[in-house]
């Protein structure tokens, strides 16, 4: 995370993240410990299993919650994450997401097999948490498809942008709503990195991997174009258009999800972007270098910035007409414009990641939405996917609010 993982680190941190656990604070006060939460996992890679790991240590740390399952399309994954979490094996996610041992899933898939994970446990009656970016980039009617179908099932839905956790962007919405920095009226932010290890990078598991029993291809490529076999496709997927985005639905989600929340707008009017492999191409077919503006039907423009090929990191700031929010190494800044009596103040930030988690469970035991929920996830996404469309159609992005499709001029 290059300049964004720095400046988390600060000692002088707001408290949510110290609170005591839910078990620990029952037991205080001679209440009923809350009911278990049991997780299915499906996806057990690198981020499947570092997601995996945040459960087991909210159990270790008092939590009622742990990883009963796991399911993986690739059985030395499975194998492996069956013996890490003690855990029952399922060789689909469909089987996985039937058991009634299970109240929720994380989806930690490759970005196609995402939406379609996430309607299974839908129907099945599981809440969800689902890796970002929400589905694929080509998949908007499906991403539709998936908020009808959560809103009338009423699932509990987050949305793996633990940025958004981090309690300073409460704070931050708190002070837009009453009026801090006046309207709103333009606001940036981006995510730098130097190298292409997120991509060609990826682990291979076994050179010589072969398409067939332990390893389903079919299942992999749910409905992404037709392809035969590859190791480089299977293991290193986020290097090809038909499974991933590059910087734009890899990692923008992060910071533009946690920006979205403070400033609280909605559905996009209107993006678009430029951007390239400018630098790492070969066999990589995702750009690593992406630039967008998105406007907002209030009278606001969003920008996102950021490359692969420099860690050179830009501050977010929100800019209104009152005042301004500025995010850098030295935490969340508020300043006033020059003419405009108000306090200039500072906010301390802090981690976030099993924040988030705790975020998910508290949300389904009091059957309330998370911070990063579907539809937050749903005006995030939809920005993105215009972004990607814009970037490969070389045109404007709208989204018509009223029929919800996007039209291309």
């Known amino acids: 995370m290059a300049g964004n993982t720095k400046r988390r680190q600060f000692l002088q941190t707001l408290s949510v993240g110290a609170a005591a656990s839910p078990v620990a604070a029952a037991q205080a006060s001679g209440a009923a410990s809350p009911k278990p939460i049991r997780f299915g996992l499906i996806g057990c890679g690198g981020r499947g299993t570092y997601l995996g790991t945040?459960?087991?240590q909210l159990k270790e740390q008092g939590d009622a919650t742990d990883v009963v399952a796991v399911c993986d399309i690739y059985q030395p994954r499975l194998e492996r994450a069956s013996t890490r979490f003690k855990a029952k094996e399922y060789k689909t996610s469909k089987e996985l997401v039937a058991s009634s041992d299970i109240d929720a899933v994380i989806?930690?898939?490759?970005?196609?097999?995402?939406?379609?994970?996430?309607l299974e446990a839908i129907r099945a009656g599981k809440d969800v948490y689902c890796e970002k970016p929400l589905t694929h980039w080509a998949q908007f009617d499906l991403l539709k498809q998936l908020v009808r179908e959560a809103r009338q099932h009423k699932t509990v839905f987050q949305v793996g942008a633990q940025w958004v956790s981090d309690p300073i962007w409460d704070r931050a919405g708190?002070?837009?709503?009453?009026?801090?920095?006046?309207?709103?009226?333009?606001?940036?932010?981006?995510?730098?990195?130097?190298?292409?290890?997120?991509?060609?990078?990826m682990p291979i598991d076994d050179p010589n991997a072969k398409a067939g029993v332990g390893l389903d291809w079919d299942a992999f490529q749910a409905d992404a174009p037709k392809h035969p076999f590859s190791?480089?496709?299977?293991?290193?997927?986020?290097?090809?258009?038909?499974?991933?985005?590059?910087?734009?639905?890899?990692?923008?989600?992060h910071p533009l999800t946690r920006l979205l929340r403070a400033?609280?707008?909605?559905?996009?009017?209107?993006?678009?972007?430029?951007?390239g492999r400018w630098v790492f191409n070969g066999e990589r077919e995702v750009p690593d270098t992406f630039d967008l503006l998105i406007e907002y039907p209030q009278g606001l423009s969003v920008a996102v910035l950021g490359t692969f090929a420099n860690d050179t990191d830009i501050d977010t700031v929100i800019r209104g007409t009152e005042?301004?929010?500025?995010?850098?190494?030295?935490?969340?800044?508020?300043a006033p414009q020059q003419g405009i009596q108000r306090n200039r103040a500072t906010l301390s930030s802090q981690r976030y990641e099993q924040q988030h988690f705790r975020d998910l469970i508290q949300a389904i035991r009091t059957r309330q939405q998370p911070r990063a929920n579907l539809e937050l996830g749903y005006a995030v996404q939809t920005a993105l996917i215009m972004a990607m469309r814009s970037h490969l159609e070389g045109k404007a992005a709208h989204f018509d609010a009223a029929t919800e499709e996007i039209r291309m001029s």
């Open 54 to 56: 945040n459960v087991k």
């Open 107 to 118: 989806i930690a898939t490759p970005d196609r097999l995402h939406v379609h994970h996430a």
């Open 174 to 201: 708190e002070m837009i709503r009453k009026g801090s920095i006046g309207k709103l009226i333009h606001a940036q932010t981006g995510y730098f990195r130097q190298g292409d290890g997120g991509e060609r990078g």
């Open 231 to 253: 190791v480089s496709r299977f293991f290193r997927w986020r290097m090809y258009s038909d499974y991933s985005g590059g910087p734009v639905t890899d990692v923008y989600p």
């Open 263 to 275: 400033l609280g707008v909605g559905m996009p009017k209107k993006v678009v972007a430029v951007g």
């Open 323 to 334: 005042g301004t929010f500025k995010l850098n190494e030295g935490g969340l800044s508020f």
